[in-house]
């Protein structure tokens, strides 16, 4: 498949520059005048006027722009629009390049026969083994467009998730960040001004006063140093992250966290329960709901004790069962499990277990950063007041000194 590079004066009468892939310039010229483009100029796309596109530095799509994805594909489809010219508008208009060029391929890739599910798993970094199950029992019983709906709520969702739980943790790095900074600018830049005067001072220096200025020192002489040990471990925890040790490690650290501990266990309740919820509503049966249900958790332990509450109910045995044994997932889960299962409606229960779990989520981010904020006002004082009383010490002493004599 060729690029092309292309100048159109739009239906509005506004001139567009940009891109485009296609099998030949004739399908490409097509593709651009169904859309009521005059056509200025197409060209092959050469080395030096070929849109530079670097793959590892495009983002991939968010949750969110996953779900305008999904009502946009709905509101054409329902509009009586084929999927395939749906594909085509929606590779245009969306605004997330991975994105784009994903549903791109999509539509190439019906066009060679395959189907929408199969399409969408030739890339799974941006259509998750959820999102083609769904698709592909929504082929399979005609209800493509209920299966998008419900992507697009489940997307929703888990945005507004993310958000919530970002906000309790972002907030507090975002601060300690803005407080190193603040530390190396007094470091380097206002105790070496008092160094030489309190050196002077003929008298002993405290204990403290010589400490912050060797901090001092060191921090002038090295800095570039302790930018690049600070970015070495930030890139060491995130590859330690991803093997298995460091995944039970941190995640039992997230567990055991004294203030952060409550929200992991509340976020994965409301991520288990919106998923298996989304899953079990479009037919999927509960096992293999179970593994896609595993593979979304971020936290190791999660997911371990859903596969093997997946092995459990493939042996027989009720879902709430191996849920209640394992002990992770709060009692009220599985009690409202229970229920769901005695009386046929574990779909509905799981709808009402996630949105109360994401009210509790909402909840406990208010209270850690109600915790929180006296914390770091407490930090940031005992840093920069250390810093104050090293340079104040010997001055008072000096003081006190001459006024014995």
């Not at 722009?65 to 208009?93: K, N, T």
């Not at 220096?205 to 002489?221: C, D, H, M, N």
């Not at 249900?293 to 936290?299: F, G, L, P, R, S």
Request: some cysteine.
């Amino acid at each position: 498949m060729a690029t092309y590079t292309y100048v159109i004066i739009d239906d509005a009468g506004k001139q567009k520059k940009g891109s485009i892939n296609g099998d030949s310039r004739e399908k490409v010229m097509d593709k651009l005048k169904k859309n009521g483009a005059t056509i200025v100029s197409l060209n092959d796309a050469g080395a030096l006027n070929r849109d530079i596109e670097i793959s590892f530095l495009q983002p991939k799509p968010k949750p969110r722009d996953m779900a305008v994805f999904c009502r946009q594909f709905v509101s054409i489809v329902s509009a009586g629009v084929p999927v395939l010219s749906a594909l085509e508008m929606l590779s245009e208009q969306t605004e997330n390049k991975k994105l784009a060029a994903a549903v791109d391929k999509c539509r190439s890739s019906i066009e060679r026969g395959e189907t929408l599910a199969q399409s969408m798993a030739e890339s799974p970094d941006i259509f998750p083994s959820m999102f083609i199950t769904m698709v592909e029992a929504g082929e399979a019983s005609g209800s493509l467009e209920t299966s998008f709906t419900r992507m697009a709520e489940q997307y929703e969702k888990t945005a507004k998730l993310r958000a919530t739980v970002r906000k309790a943790t972002t907030y507090p790095i975002v601060i300690l960040v803005i407080a190193a900074i603040a530390v190396g600018i007094l470091l380097t830049k206002v105790v070496p001004t008092f160094e030489d005067m309190l050196n002077d001072l003929g008298i002993p220096l405290p204990g403290i006063t010589k400490f912050v200025i060797a901090a001092s020192s060191f921090l002038q002489e090295w800095w570039y140093i302790v930018i690049a040990v600070g970015v070495l471990i930030v890139l060491g925890l995130r590859v330690f992250k991803g093997s298995e040790t460091g995944a039970h490690l941190l995640g039992k650290l997230a567990l055991k966290l004294p203030i952060f501990g409550k929200l992991t266990y509340k976020t994965a309740s409301a991520r288990m329960a919106r998923t298996l919820s989304t899953l079990l509503v479009s037919g999927l049966p509960l096992i293999q709901a179970l593994e896609i249900t595993a593979n979304t958790m971020t936290n190791v332990f999660f997911k371990e004790e859903l596969l093997a509450a997946r092995d459990a109910v493939a042996m027989g045995s009720n879902l709430s069962e191996p849920l209640a044994e394992g002990g992770l997932f709060p009692p009220l889960l599985h009690h409202m499990l229970s229920i769901g299962e005695e009386t046929g409606a574990i779909e509905n229960m799981l709808d009402k277990l996630a949105e109360y779990y994401e009210d509790e989520v909402e909840q406990a981010t208010e209270q850690i950063m109600a915790a929180i904020e006296p914390l770091i006002i407490l930090l940031l004082a005992g840093v920069i007041g250390t810093i104050v009383l090293a340079v104040i010490m010997p001055m008072a002493s000096m003081y006190s000194g001459l006024q014995n004599l």
